[in-house]
């Protein structure tokens, strides 16, 4: 039979619209490939050779699936082992065909496959009608969110051309699509070995009057990512450029300016996109939008890792422990509840446990049944706990960030999207939300349990609340066990003996301890004398415990000594007082030291919270790419002093006073000199305005200078 | 976006996940049209720094224009550059036919490097239009112990949720240019002017379309004097862009045999 050929036409540019061709093994998607590719002229002479010279070694006629088919075993067995690509094009576009394996274990090729597809070829045997993989195939389409179907009723030149053949069949697909919600685009009557209807209509069946494969396929368009939904960008890194960070990332729905707010979960932060960064762009970039690969910078500094999702302030997705997943199960092995597997969501992994097998869901009868196992290529709805909050959106609402797979330790064992997102009251609070998210770095099995030691007066509780603040800041949660607090309630029936030091020591690590499993970060300032007593809490603490001996040497211990321990213990007043009645036993090997001797608070603090970071990830530093600028550091610098301490009005009053009077200085001398009232009165008003904006920066910069004044943060000792 | 907006994103996005997630990643440099667009690519992504080192696999058999192509965007582009000779021909296996043993060199130079540098991830430009069993490649490929390419078993790889992490002694291929074809390299070239070994245009009538070292790559009759031309011959060619690398043709499973072994 003679068959019209496209003209070679290679205008069309544009993205190529990924396609992908499903199917029952044998019913022939290989050769529909081969026929599309070479109907539409996208295939070289040299290629068509080969294609003739492999099938003529195998005594075959031209055998089109050869094409796809390139590895030796495939060709051998005529089977498709693994999806591929190749490329055609029509007047109206370019389009890239992920053939997929329809053979039955190749299930997992074929969903790698069809994933990112925009519109799928449903193959269909005329002769057998829909089969067991027709169906799973249909039903895995629609499980990842492919609703752009053609329904190709394929060798329909081994039942004549039958009309009536091609309606059953037709209607049968219909019927099993329809009861999953997907209308195809088109249902049409193919000879790929032919190439009926394939690229043009085909004069051996004048009854059909309907679109050929490739004009169904002109007929629709590619999908762009969602510009217009709410946004997400999933974090996959944080880059250093000199000192700044730079957030870097893919949005996945929406779109993002300089200047807006942004709203970073699981911690919620907030801060605005101060510039969008990129290397070889002719103008500045001023805002992205979905599909887009962004490094963005923030006017503030926020804690921010891969995993978190940056959104706008509403519209956010929901933070759960637990989830109702749509699962295709890929693995051999059967899966159960209790199992415990990874769940990837964006750039996200998190630990989870399969609470339940909810559903079973038969891809055949589309009926769904109680089940405690699903085997390879089931689809199943389970019900999956986090130990931490995942940030989830559903399927339905946002496509790209409901979904995501499991994994068990290297492989990717399923594929799943988000049916529901269940709000956990126990597992969702504030607290536990923003720490343990520390936790999950620090290995997760504990978080940071930062145990402060040392002397009365040495500045313990001063830098644990510092801390906190820093934390708070920063977005994250932590909590203060004080051994003054802690012995007003929890221990206030022991006394200093030693035994009851021990005793307390105990109590606080047991606490602290619960805390920690509860995911909270916890800073502990405490004296606790006894190394023997610290090495216990360690143990009842595990992984996450850092000790940290806070040093002061006894004379500034003593100077600081606000309660009037040091003043009491001295006149004996106060008895087993550490460090002068009592022995402190000074930590052997501590986690870190710090000296506040001669340091500032925020000195110590500021390296007390580079300890935390370095030790759990909780300020991951950020990778560097480029070596820091010093103009920059500088500038920043000048910039942070211009922000902070006195209040603005009075740097404005007092400079105005203080202009005022000057400036009228200059109108008495300029009026003596010049003998004109307005001349002067213009110098001295110029003068005025230059003068008042100066002095006032000058103001903002002193008023900012350590130097000459005294000091006024006090550290409290205990 | 357009079609290679698109596929920038998509790259950055790859190469981006490859350095966050592998410990120890280095990047293929065959100083070929494909690979000097990912290293414009690792730029993009890295802000114009390559955090990681870029390999050149050097057999000694480059063309002069080649080199000094090498030479000058390595320190023009400030790239941390490894090349170290690849093993002699001797080493390789006997029984691959002559340009497929010239080949075999690079794996067992990649090999040897891996070994030598302690690389956990090699980043490749391939793209699965060149041949057909790139085709079937995954955009993060494990390779076995020895190498071994095990195209039976790949992991399911959707969603862009590529598998990073393998036992020990697995190493794995990232693959940034999967999605491209060759004219949207020669497009995206145009548009981002990046500099290419002159050796792609025509002189004389002919032109290298595919380049590779000297004995084994040969050159197609061409018109194509820049890029503009180069786009429109590839518009209207009925030659795949393999047809000048002799180890593709000496056999029918030749150049499958080769990437099983662990080749690019």
Redesign the interface.
């Given at each position: 039979m003679a068959h019209d050929v496209i003209p070679?036409v290679?205008a069309p540019?544009?993205?190529?619209m990924p396609i992908v061709i499903v199917g029952h093994v044998d019913h022939g998607k290989s050769t529909l490939v081969g026929r599309l590719l070479h109907d539409t002229n996208s295939l070289?002479?040299?290629?068509v050779a080969q294609l003739r010279a492999?099938s003529a070694?195998r005594g075959l006629d031209v055998e089109w699936s050869f094409?796809?088919d390139?590895?030796?075993?495939e060709r051998d067995q005529g089977i498709t082992?693994?999806?591929?690509?190749?490329?055609f094009q029509t007047l109206r576009r370019r389009y890239?065909i992920i053939d997929a394996p329809g053979h039955r274990e190749f299930l997992?090729?074929t969903?790698?496959g069809?994933?990112?597809a925009d519109a799928a070829i449903l193959v269909v045997d005329a002769k057998i009608g829909v089969s067991e993989q027709t169906r799973r195939h249909a039903y895995l389409l629609n499980l990842?969110g492919l609703k752009q179907v053609i329904v190709a009723i394929n060798k329909m030149d081994l039942v004549g051309g039958d009309r009536d053949r091609f309606d059953d069949v037709a209607s049968e697909v219909g019927e099993y699509l329809a009861g999953i919600g997907v209308r195809p685009l088109a249902s049409i009557p193919v000879s790929a070995k032919h190439g009926d209807n394939i690229a043009t209509a085909s004069a051996s069946m004048p009854w059909y009057r309907g679109p050929s494969l490739v004009e169904a396929l002109d007929a629709h368009e590619p999908l762009?990512p969602p510009a217009q939904g709410p946004l997400r960008l999933p974090v996959?890194?944080v880059?250093r450029?000199g000192d700044r960070r730079?957030i870097?990332?893919?949005i996945e729905s929406g779109r993002l300016s300089v200047g807006d707010e942004l709203r970073f979960a699981p911690h919620g932060a907030t801060a605005r996109v101060a510039s969008i960064?990129?290397?070889?762009r002719a103008e500045r970039q001023v805002s992205a939008?979905a599909?887009?690969?962004v490094?963005i910078t923030l006017d503030e500094e926020l804690f921010v890792e891969?995993g978190h999702v940056a959104s706008n302030l509403d519209g956010r997705p929901l933070e759960t422990s637990v989830v109702i997943a749509k699962v295709i199960w890929?693995d051999r092995q059967p899966l159960v509840a209790g199992r415990r597997l990874s769940l990837?969501l964006n750039t996200a992994r998190h630990d989870v446990t399969v609470d339940a097998i909810e559903r079973v869901i038969d891809v055949d009868t589309l009926t769904d049944a109680a089940a405690d196992r699903v085997d390879q290529n089931g689809v199943a709805l389970l019900r999956l706990r986090s130990k931490r909050p995942m940030l989830v959106d559903s399927f339905a609402s946002s496509p790209?960030t409901g979904?995501?797979?499991l994994?068990d330790g290297?492989?990717?064992v399923g594929?799943c999207i988000v049916e529901q997102t269940l709000v956990d009251s126990v597992d969702n609070t504030a607290e536990r939300r923003l720490t343990s998210d520390v936790r999950g770095a620090n290995g997760g099995d504990s978080s940071p349990v930062i145990w402060l030691t040392g002397l009365s007066g040495a500045g313990k509780s001063t830098l644990a609340t510092a801390l906190q603040r820093r934390f708070t800041a920063r977005g994250l949660r932590s909590h203060v066990l004080d051994g003054d607090e802690l012995r007003r309630g929890l221990s206030s029936d022991l006394d200093f003996s030693t035994q009851a030091r021990s005793e307390n020591v105990r109590r606080v690590a047991e606490v602290s301890h619960l805390f920690a499993e509860a995911g909270m970060t916890v800073i502990v300032a405490l004296i606790s004398p006894s190394a023997a007593d610290r090495a216990h809490a360690r143990k009842i603490v595990g992984g996450g415990f850092r000790e940290v001996y806070v040093r002061a040497d006894l004379e500034t211990c003593r100077s600081r000594d606000p309660k009037g321990l040091y003043a009491r213990a001295k006149a004996g007043e106060v008895r087993q007082f550490t460090g002068i009645s009592a022995p402190y036993e000074i930590p052997t090997a501590p986690d870190l030291v710090l000296d506040t001797t001669g340091a500032s608070v925020e000195r110590s603090v500021g390296a007390l919270e580079q300890f935390v970071d370095t030790n759990f990830g909780t300020g991951r530093a950020a990778?560097a790419?480029?070596p820091e600028p010093e103009a920059g550091r500088l500038a920043k610098r000048a910039a942070a002093m211009l922000r902070s301490s006195e209040s603005h009005a009075r740097s404005i009053a007092k400079a105005v006073s203080w202009r005022a009077t000057g400036s009228l200085d200059t109108f008495v001398v300029a009026l003596l000199i010049t003998g004109n009232t307005r001349l002067a009165g213009g110098v001295a008003a110029t003068e005025l305005l230059t003068k008042i904006g100066l002095y006032y920066l000058h103001e903002r910069v002193w008023a900012l200078l350590p130097w000459g004044r005294r000091r006024t943060v006090e550290l409290q000792g205990r | 976006?357009?079609?290679l907006?698109?596929l920038?994103?998509?790259s950055?996005?790859i190469l981006?996940?490859a350095?966050?997630r592998i410990g120890e990643p280095v990047l293929l440099w065959s100083l070929g049209k494909d690979s000097n667009v990912m290293i414009?690519l690792a730029?993009?992504?890295?802000?114009?720094?390559i955090?990681f080192p870029v390999m050149h696999l050097d057999t000694g058999l480059e063309f002069p224009e080649v080199y000094a192509f090498r030479d000058r965007y390595a320190t023009d582009w400030n790239l941390n550059l490894i090349s170290d000779p690849c093993p002699p021909i001797e080493e390789t296996d006997p029984t691959l036919p002559p340009a497929s043993r010239l080949s075999a060199r690079k794996t067992l130079g990649l090999k040897q490097a891996l070994a030598r540098y302690g690389f956990s991830g090699v980043i490749a430009g391939i793209r699965?239009?060149e041949q057909?069993?790139r085709?079937?490649e995954?955009v993060f490929s494990p390779r076995a112990e020895d190498g071994q390419w095990d195209?039976?078993d790949?992991?399911?790889?959707?969603?862009d949720?590529f598998?990073a992490?393998?036992?020990a002694g697995v190493h794995v291929r990232i693959h940034p240019l999967l999605?491209w074809?060759e004219i949207d390299i020669w497009r995206y070239i145009a548009r981002?002017r990046i500099p290419v070994v002159p050796l792609y245009f025509a002189r004389d009538g002919m032109r290298y379309r595919s380049l590779g070292e000297i004995g084994i790559t040969f050159p197609i009759e061409s018109q194509a004097k820049d890029i503009p031309a180069i786009i429109r011959e590839l518009?209207?060619?009925?030659?795949?862009e393999r047809?000048g690398r002799a180890m593709d043709h000496e056999s029918?499973?030749a150049f499958?045999r080769l990437r099983v072994a662990g080749y690019m």
């Open positions: 070679l290679r540019h544009g993205r190529a070289s002479d040299a290629k492999m070694k094409l796809l390139a590895l030796q075993v082992v693994d999806a591929t690509q190749v490329w890239v997992r090729n969903l790698t069809a994933a990112s990842i762009p996959q890194d880059y450029l730079a870097v990332g893919r960064e990129a290397w070889g939008e599909g887009e690969s490094a891969r890929l990837r790209r979904r995501g797979a994994v290297y492989r990717v594929g990778k790419l480029n | 976006m357009d079609e907006d698109w920038e994103a998509q950055i996005y981006r996940e350095y966050s414009w730029k993009k992504a890295f802000l114009g720094n955090p699965r239009d057909a069993t085709g079937k995954r195209f039976r790949q992991p399911a790889e959707f969603w949720q598998t992490e393998y036992p999605h074809t981002e518009e209207s060619t009925r030659e795949p047809a029918e499973d499958e």
